[in-house]
Structures are given as C-alpha cells and as structure tokens.
C-alpha cells in the first residue's frame, strides 16, 4: 500500500511541473506582446507587429535568402506577398493567407516558435484594422511603378495585335521606347500626363482592347486596376529602371546550400570499385559482382540459369517486342559453341525490330500522340509521324544518347538550316527531332481555349516531360511555389522557362494547325508550327513525281471526250502526295521577358528571371552560359546551352536517369522505383553503387544504349530463373535483391505484335504515316488492315480520343502529358476482349490456316507445332495427349452443329476445331506472359 502512494505522489508532482513549465513558457511567450495593446488605439506595424516576426519569422522571411520569397521585415512587403500571392488582405483577416497559416499552427514550422493565442488575435485585429482610413500602409513598390510592372499589362492584353508579328497602326507596345515613339496616331503615352495619353484614352473609351475582338486573339479586357498603375505610371513620368534580370552569377546561391547537394541524387556519379569475389563462380560480368555482394549480406543468392528455349524467348521480347521463330530458336539450341548466348544478343540488337520495341519506351517518355488532345474535336498531327520514325531510326543506329537529347532539345539550333544552300539529311532530322518538344496536348488552336492561362499550361506540361523523363525530377511542382520537398526554389522554375522562351513564349504564340469551321475564326499572324525544310533530297522527290502525275494527266486528256479519261485522270491524280512537312519547335529570337509568376498566376508577375537551371544541379556559383548558335543567329542559344548542361559527363543525374529506365525495362522495376523522381520523396536505389557504376559506364561507352543492353543481359543476373523457391519468399519476398527474373506481362503493342505474328498476317513495311483506325458498329476500334495483314501497333494512329481499343484494355497511357511508367492491371476486360473480339478471332483463324499450311492435317504435328510458334518449345506428354483430346471434342462438337445445319463439311469441320483451339493458346497464360 505504502508503494502505490509513492506511485501516485511521484505521478502527481511529475504532472504539477509539466504544468510550471507549460505556465512558465505561455507566460514567456505572452511577454513578447507589447502590454499597452489598448482595444481603443490602432495598431501599427513597427510597435505590435514587428516585435512578434522579428523574434519568429525573419529568420526565415527577411532578405535575399528568404522562403517562398516572401519578406516580413516591412509592412509593404508584407502587402506585397511572395511566391503564394499576396499574404494579407487588408481589412479582411480571414481571407489573408498570412493569418490562415499562424492560425492552423502551419507556421512558423518549429512547434516553439508559433503564436499564442493573444499574439494571433493582435495579427487578427491588425490586418482587420488596414481597411481603416487610418491605417499605417508604408509605400512600396506597388505604388511606384517602373516598366516591369507596366510590361505585363501590354503583353498580356495589347501585342496580340501590337507586337512583333502584327503592329496595327504602326504601334509596337512591348516597351517604353517604343509607346513613345507611338504608331500613325502619334506617341502612345506622354510622361507626366496620363489624361494626354492615347493609350489611356483608348482604354477608358472600351476600345483597347477592342470588345468585339477578344476573342479572335484570345485577350482579356484590361481590368481597372491594371489601368490605374498604369495611369500612376504615366503621371510618374513613365519611370524606367534598370533590373538585372536573377540570374546565375559567381556569387553561392543563398537559395540552395551546399548541405542541399549532399543529397545522394544531386552529387555527379563516381565510379565505384567493382566487389571483389575469391570466388568468381557464377559472375559474368560486374552487374552480378554488385549484385551478388548485397545479397550475400542477406544470405542470399542468385537463382540456376533458365534454359535455353526460356532465355531466346526472353531476350526476343525484351529486344524486339516479338517472340522467337521456331527456326531462331532451332538455330540457337543447336548452337554449342562458346558466346552463343552473347552472339544471340548482338543479333537482336542488329534486327530493325528493336528500335521499333525501344522507340515505343521512349515515345512513352515524350508523350507521343497523333493528335492535339484537350478539346473534344482532338485535332490530328499530321506530320507527328517523322518524330516516331526518327526515333525509331535513332535506336536502330544506336545514337548516342548525348546526342539524342541534344537534337531533341535544341536540334535547330545545331545548323543553320535557313540559309543552307541544301538541306541534308541530317539538318532535316535535327528539327524533326524537336518535335519531341510538340508532343504535350495542346488546345490552343482554337481561340477560345488559347488564352494566355491556356499557352502556360502547355508550356508546364512540357517542363513537366523535360523534368520527369530526363531528370527524373518533378519540376512541376515548383510552378506555383518553391518545392516542398526538393531544393528546387520558386525562381528556378522560372529560369527554365526562360531557357524555352525563344521558342514557347506565351506573349508571342505559335498555334498549332489552325481549323477554320470549328467555332470563331482563330488568327495566327506568327504562322504555324510546321516547316518546310525536309531534305533537299526529299523535296526533290516530291516534286518529280508532281511533276510526272502532271505529264501523265496531261496525256491521258489528250483524247477529249474517250471513254474512261475522267476515271483514269481521277486514279493518277490519286498518287499525289502532299507536301512533305515537319512538325517541329525552332527559337526565334526575341523573347517576352520573364517574370516569376506567383502561384503560377500570369496577373501576379513577380521577380525577373533569366535563363538558368535548377542551381541544386550545379555548384550555385557557375553562370549559365549561352551564346548565339552560330555568327548573326537571330536564336538564343538558350536551348543549345540547356542541351550542352545536360550532357555533360558529370551530369548529376542526366546518365542514372537513362540507365535506370534501360534497368526497369530488364529486371521489371528500377534500380530507383520512382522512375521519374530521384527527389528526396522518391525512393532511394536499392543498389546505389550499382546504378553509379552504370551510370559512368554509361558515358564512358559513349552514352551506348547497346551497349548497356549487353552488359545487362549478358548477366547471370539476367539469365536466372523466374522460379519462386521458399527461401527467396522468406528473404526476397518484393525480389529487391533480384533474387529471380519477374515473371512479365506482354505490354499492350508486344501482345498485338505478337498475336499478328503467330497468325502469319505481320506487316514488317516500317516508317511513314500511322496506319488510320475504324471505328466499328460495336464501338470497338480497330486499326485498319493493309493489303498483307497489319502493321506493328507503333505504325497505327494513336489518337488520344480515339485509341484502338486494343490499346485502352491492356494499359496503354493517355499521355497526359506523358507516361514515366505504365500502370499493370489485371482486369476482366482484358480475357473478355481476347476472347470476345472479333479481330482476335481472325487473327486465331489466320493462325490455324497457318499451322495447316505448315504442316497438314497431321494433329500430332499440328499441336507441336503450335507450340513451338506460340511458347518457343515443344508440348509435353501430358499436354500432348489433352490437346489431342481436345481436338477431337471440338470436331465432335461442330461436326453436331454443322450436320444439324445440313453442311458438315469435313474440312471446315477440321477448320473450325483447329480456329477454335489456336484461340484457346492465344488466351493462354503462357502466350500472355514472358517467364
């Protein structure tokens, strides 16, 4: 009993000093409110509000280094904002965002630093109290335009029609020199007198910009606050200041620390020492040494090596998107000599199949798409297809990748193409290659959804396509505010716009195609997103043969009034090909400035901003250097100079990004699962010197995607079985060791290939326009067949409203923007539509006629040989004798339904059984997935 008091005596004078100490520190925190704050008297920012952020939140929010640039030292600032907008609202405490965040206890973050009660209630009242006629407002920028603030307003109401491409009456608004000078009116302001000034006039009198024509350049009225800074500015005199744009300079980053580099994915590779093994049994290469030693802290190990008919069939998928031939792989069984493994890698990467199974993965990455997207019309890209057999072309030719993302990120600023007295083959797929910069879906054809907000949200989708599939950062996040997680500031976001704006300027747009006909009529005075410079060699065979249809036409009218001339002129005339064209993106010089937008609001421009990169990548105290492409270049070179950092051998992440993808596609998941986040809220490699020391190996193999492809698969690693024992349960349950292959799934195109390739109906004819899709009466769409089956899924038209239907039940991505990596289901739909569709089951008649063909009417010889094309191997007893079984079911059963209908042909009897039997491999789990 004397025990449980003491209990209790101790318990209660533990909680009575809590208390003294809570006690102690709200009374300590209370002391910082000043004690004369009389309900009667108006507060003011310097005697009840500073004392509180100085102790609080200056830290933070004071000065060059501040958060969220968001500045708390002055009243004005305050007003003012940062990256959010504006943090109060004067006069209206519950809208202000400043008083929502300190009264949630969001901030300040550190739980000691936050506001008491009485202290929020005293913020409370002083915002409520700036409504007030009285209240202390300090001056501040805002009151005092400059022509930063001005620019804004005229790029984002006025140079549509007042601009570098259109100049109505001779008035160019996009700076200060240029309103004075004026156009055929006389100048556009006077400094010191707004009332005197034409462009005021015109804007009170509702006629800039003119109401009735808003829509035709997609602008928006000049709301009054706009035109009262405006006014300001005028009555000002028309101030103009000089503001260095933000930029890089010699001088550390206050924004990023170097303690912000250390983080693993930000730091350039180094190539680790490869472990070394006293016993090298079972290691082909460095992949297993890297492999092998993680797993032996795990007590475990690789598992055997699959045979030889698995491996051919693996390695087929894997590289072709396409099973073996039963003649491939006789060849390779047969095959005893060393290296025979090795010599069937290196075959499949010579094959023109592989750039056709790689090229998909990185047209995945670009957000590939046969049209605009967006908009329920879906408008088609008719020239999107030189990009996808640009790439294809690229994987076959093993360009290096530092040289593939150069032409795809500056490939017009690689050669002069304007003034080339012959445009060479190379030239032309330099800019065809920046179509990997046009992908993103794009409404903004039409004017009513080509607004200012419109454009910006095309150029976030591709600096979101940039970030994710190059860097393997989510840039995007830092479109409205610094990032939440990374080191990436608010600013450097920004920067990169303005390394794109010679070519995506908001104020300065190129529509896509335009369409009459679909809603009001669309002005674009700065031309489209085509040009005309395909290959001299190109241009020249295109117009030979306009040429020939025109002597052809002309002699076959030769014979007025002949019977057949009109049909005949009508089947030549058919030939004609339009015009070769290219889609593609090219700097044109002269770009809007930029401005942080805060929130990524047009109307609320913040800092200016020159072109850079995020400065976590770099050592904070290197300028980004850009030069003109070439003497006289009316380009920036700001892209060229982005494509240049990014290929730089020490690249932080450029090589692991890439190397991580050709992993994934591999071994099933990437050495870093998030394969488009190496951030801190990615997940962290599971073999970090590994992924170093390919990323290394990369580069010095001179950026090989081939290479990489042999050293992966030429693994004991890559060469294990799938099978699942009890220990690699117990010790590699998610297989993070790689402890076993994954058992794969067939993607969506490796399946449809594969369905038209067993069938015997594969067309291998390559490159040119995307076969078009039929939309049947069931709903279902089809892509159209050719005169000698289908061509590969990668040819067919993929139209973001109108995927085949294919496609949309085995996981292909909407591509919006883009796809990092595909989903995985298993779902209903999908054995529904294999077994349901109707184009399914010709391709299993198809089949069936093949294997009759190949080799009569022999049943034996027929489920062999089945199997062979479908699985790659030889049916076993037991298989054998259910498959005949099943046949003979089959015949039974129709031969019953044919003789109740009065025809039971024995062939088709046979026919019929044989289609019905191929349908049931077609559906099979073995035909599905790749062991």
Known sequence: MLQLRLWVLLILLTQASQGKSIVAADESRKREVPEDVDPERQLTFEHDIAPLFRTRCLKCHEGESRKADLDLASQGRIVLGGESGAAIVPGAPDESLLYSRISSGEMPPDEKDRLNVAEQKVIYRWIAEMGNATADVTTDPPTNPSQHDVIPVMLRHCTACHGRHRQEAGLDLRNRAAMLKGGRSGPAIVPGNADASLIVQKIHAGQMPPFERLVEVSVKPVES????????????????????????????????????????????????????????????????????????????????????????RRACFDLTGLPPDPVEIESFLSDDQPKAYERLVDRLLDSPRYGERWGRYWLDVAGYSDSEGKREQDLPRPHAWRYRDYVIRSFNADKPYSRFLMEQIAGDELADYEHATE?????????????????????????????????????????????????????????????????????????????????YDEYNWLRPEIHPGIGPVSQDVAGGRILTAVSTVERKTWEENNE?????????????????????????????????????????????????????????????????????????????????????????????????????????????????????????????????????????????????????EFVEQGWSFKHMHRLMMTSATYRQSSALNAEHESLDPHNALISRMP???????????????????????????????????????????????????????????????????????????????????????????????????????????RIKNDVGNDQEKQITHISLIAFGRLPDEDEQQIALASLSQLEAKWTDHLTSTGSADPEVIRHKSLTAYCHAIMNSAEFLYID
């Not at 779902?827 to 299993?844: C, D, I, T």
């Open 225 to 312: 606050t706009e035109t009262a800074m405006l006014v300001t500015w005028i009555e000002l005199g028309a101030p103009e200041i000089l503001i260095e744009p933000d930029v890089a300079t010699t001088t550390s980053d206050r924004l990023v620390s170097d303690e912000d580099r250390e983080f693993w994915a930000f730091r350039s590779p180094v190539k680790p020492d490869v472990p070394d093994f006293r016993n090298p049994a079972g290691i082909c290469n460095p992949v297993d040494a890297f492999i092998l030693s993680k797993q032996e802290l795990h007590g475990t190990g690789l598992s055997p090596e699959a045979d030889r008919r698995t491996l051919i």
């Open 548 to 696: 020939r249809i025109a002597r052809e036409i002309a002699a076959a009218q030769q014979t007025p009034g002949a019977e057949g001339t009109e049909a005949q002129v009508k089947a030549i005339e058919s030939q004609r090909q339009p015009e070769p064209q290219i889609q593609a993106l090219w700097d044109r010089g002269d770009p809007s400035l930029t401005y942080i937008y805060r929130r990524g609001d047009p109307m609320s421009p913040g800092r200016l901003v020159g072109p850079g990169v995020p400065s976590v990548l770099t050592d904070g105290r290197t300028p980004f250097k850009v030069e003109p492409p070439w003497p006289g270049a009316k380009s920036t070179g700001r892209r060229l100079a982005l494509a240049r950092w990014l290929t730089q051998p020490d690249h932080p992440l450029t090589s692991r990004v890439a190397v991580n993808r050709i992993w994934k596609h591999h071994f099933g998941q990437g050495i870093v699962k998030t394969l488009g986040n190496f951030g801190k809220a990615g997940v962290l490699p599971t073999h970090p010197e590994l992924l170093d020391w390919l990323a290394v």
């Open 423 to 503: 445009i060479t083959t190379e030239m032309s797929g330099n800019l065809v290659a920046t179509g990997f910069l046009r992908m993103v879906p794009d409404p903004t054809w039409a004017n009513i959804t080509g607004f200012i907000p419109d454009r910006i949200d095309v150029i976030a989708d591709e600096i979101d396509v940039f970030g994710s599939g190059i860097l393997g950062l989510t840039l995007k996040c830092a479109r409205c505010h610094s990032h939440k997680f990374d080191p990436i500031p608010h600013r450097d976001y920004y920067r990169l716009v303005d390394v794109f704006k010679g070519a």
């Open 743 to 849: 058992l794969v799934r067939l993607d969506a195109e490796a399946l449809f290939d594969s369905l038209v390739l067993v069938a015997g109906r594969l067309d291998e004819t390559r490159f040119g326009p995307g076969d078009p899709v039929i939309a049947r009466a069931d709903g279902l769409v089809t892509p159209q067949a050719t005169t000698l089956g289908w061509r590969r899924m990668i040819y067919v038209q993929q139209q973001r409203k109108r995927l085949p239907t294919h496609l949309e039940s085995f996981d292909f991505p909407q591509m919006n923007p883009n796809c990092i990596e595909r989903r995985d289901s298993v779902v209903s739909p999908q054995a529904l539509y294999l077994m349901n569709n109707g184009m399914v089951f010709e391709l299993a008649e198809a089949f069936a006629a």
